[in-house]
């Protein structure tokens, strides 16, 4: 595709549940990011991964949380046990090349995550 | 820490009412001011990129520009078309990180 996708586009837990949102960048970008955001508020880095290096995992809130590409293309962002202050919008992005680079970073369109 | 501040939080402008977005910033060492525009239940759309102070970028009615410490999104004559939520973000030299450090975000409402 000529975007990055994510899937699914909404999803609804119950407190407690574990849930795995994945991300298809553009074809060949070798950076990925996740970014969690809230309601009103700007994106917050989760975590990055140039090809199948998970490069830093900094914003991650805490060890539910995990990420992983294993074969430098998709991606899956994991939550576990979730609670309630999990639900946002979670936005993964790509860039064509990795670090040192200056390139911009191109966003999916998210997926919103309610947890009830 | 890197921090970026973007006022007002919101603006209302009638259609062809020109007006400045700003984004103010600390970084140590930037390697990017990045500008993207945001629609409801949708993912940023990348606008552009400033490197250097007194670097300036143009798109239809958006003008970017760039001091050493802040940013203006320059809308001119803007349309309802325009309405959406105007996001700035630095990446700056520090750490092993790509990350991009955002702003909350100017909401536009451009009325006919």
């Known amino acids: 595709g000529a975007g990055v996708s994510q899937s699914p586009r909404y999803k609804v837990a119950k407190r407690g549940q574990d849930v795995a949102l994945r991300c298809d960048p553009i074809?060949?970008?070798?950076?990925l990011f996740w970014y969690q955001q809230a309601l009103g508020q700007g994106p917050e880095f989760l975590t990055y991964f140039q090809n199948e290096a998970q490069l830093d995992k900094s914003g991650l809130p805490s060890d539910r949380f995990f990420a992983e590409r294993p074969e430098g293309s998709v991606s899956t962002l994991k939550i576990q046990r979730t609670q309630q202050e999990d639900s946002a919008v979670y936005l993964c992005?790509?860039?064509?090349?990795?670090?040192?680079?200056?390139?911009?970073?191109?966003f999916g369109p998210g997926t919103r995550l309610t947890v009830l | 820490e890197d921090q970026v501040t973007q006022s007002p939080e919101a603006l209302r402008l009638q259609e062809g009412e020109s007006s400045s977005l700003n984004c103010s910033y600390t970084?140590?060492?930037?390697?990017?001011l990045f500008w993207y525009r945001q629609d409801p239940g949708k993912g940023p759309e990348f606008l552009f990129t400033l490197y250097s102070a007194g670097e300036e970028k143009e798109k239809e009615r958006l003008k970017a520009t760039l001091t050493k410490k802040e940013s203006f999104l320059h809308i001119t004559a803007p349309k309802p078309e325009d309405s959406a939520t105007y996001l700035c973000?630095?990446?700056?030299?520090?750490?092993?990180?790509?990350?991009?450090?955002f702003g909350k975000g100017i909401t536009l409402s451009v009325r006919p």
């Open positions: 970084v140590s060492g930037l390697r990017g």
């Open positions: 973000a630095v990446r700056s030299h520090t750490g092993a990180n790509s990350k991009l450090t």
């Open positions: 074809s060949g970008h070798v950076s």
């Open positions: 992005a790509s860039s064509s090349t990795g670090e040192g680079s200056y390139n911009e970073q191109f």
